[in-house]
């Protein structure tokens, strides 16, 4: 993150304009030192401490207010899903660490493309035309389905549509939905009639999400590729070589599966356990939105 210095008192809001969101009621400078989380336009998202405390938060400040700015400062461009919330207090960033901004009851909310840990970036109504931005605990978003991570599914699911975890072997592996689980072990050959078996995906093989889950900032997926698993929770499968690295595929490479079974299973549910079957270079679980 960047560093920036607002060399006067200058005031912080809500949001990035002052008609539609209003001021927080407080000022940051002269002289502070401020972190810089992002850029919107003409506008910072600033975090900073209240005080002397250890209390912090997260404000917008336009960019003409802070100079001597210092490292590299990220453009971000959010956009949101309306979604309903429960009643549950909104917070100034991404934690109860930070000071509370307000409150949200069983109304309409934004839900933007911002996650941090168990917490989400949302916009809401407060009186007349004027809004607030502020964090909420993702799980108070009532109607929301959110995918999580398959190593802790305490947390959103935040990699890319591709995402390879760096974990050791026999590390658990979760439901990151609701959904039908494919369990299979899927391979390849250098030909159809080579006795030269090369492993793709290994054990795995396939997530197909219920209707309605999605991540947090907004993707969703046909079903979700598992591989390379050392084991699959329940089932048995072939005892092929694993880190068959790199794959002599080819043009005449052909894919095959041996399904073992299709389970429904709920988010959070064990899958199996991490491995290194398949096209695989070392330990890790591959996942990949299709």
């Not at 699959?232 to 073992?260: A, K, Q």
Request: with cysteine.
């Amino acid at each position: 993150m960047a560093t920036g210095i607002a060399v006067s008192a200058s005031r912080v809001y809500f949001g990035p304009s002052t008609s539609l969101y209003p001021s927080e009621g407080s000022f940051v400078g002269p002289n502070e030192t401020v972190i810089i989380v992002w850029q919107e336009g003409a506008w910072y998202y600033i975090e900073y401490f209240i005080g002397t405390t250890a209390t912090k938060k997260r404000m917008y400040i336009q960019t003409s207010k802070l100079s001597s700015i210092s490292g590299s400062v990220i453009s971000r461009t959010l956009s949101g899903t309306a979604k309903t919330a429960s009643a549950a207090i909104t917070y100034t960033g991404p934690g109860t660490g930070y000071q509370a901004a307000g409150s949200v009851g069983a109304e309409s909310v934004i839900v933007f493309n911002e996650v941090s840990g168990n917490f989400s970036f949302i916009e809401y109504n407060i009186s007349g035309t004027q809004k607030k931005r502020a964090y909420i605990e993702t799980k108070r978003l009532a109607t929301s389905k959110i995918m999580k991570d398959p190593i802790n599914p305490s947390l959103n699911f935040t990699g890319r549509n591709h995402a390879d975890f760096r974990v050791s072997r026999g590390t658990p592996v979760y439901a990151m939905c609701d959904g039908t689980f494919k369990f299979a072990y899927i391979w390849g050959k250098r030909s159809q009639t080579s006795p030269d078996s090369y492993l793709s995906l290994g054990r795995g093989i396939r997530l197909t999400p219920d209707s309605g889950w999605q991540t947090a900032d907004g993707r969703t997926a046909s079903y979700i590729q598992y591989g390379h698993l050392s084991s699959l929770n329940g089932y048995s499968t072939p005892s092929y070589i694993e880190n068959c690295y790199p794959s002599s595929s080819g043009t005449n490479y052909t894919e095959n599966n041996v399904v073992i079974a299709y389970k429904a299973v709920k988010c959070g549910d064990l899958i199996g356990y991490s491995g290194n079957s398949g096209n695989s270079s070392g330990p890790h679980l591959h996942i990949q939105f299709v």
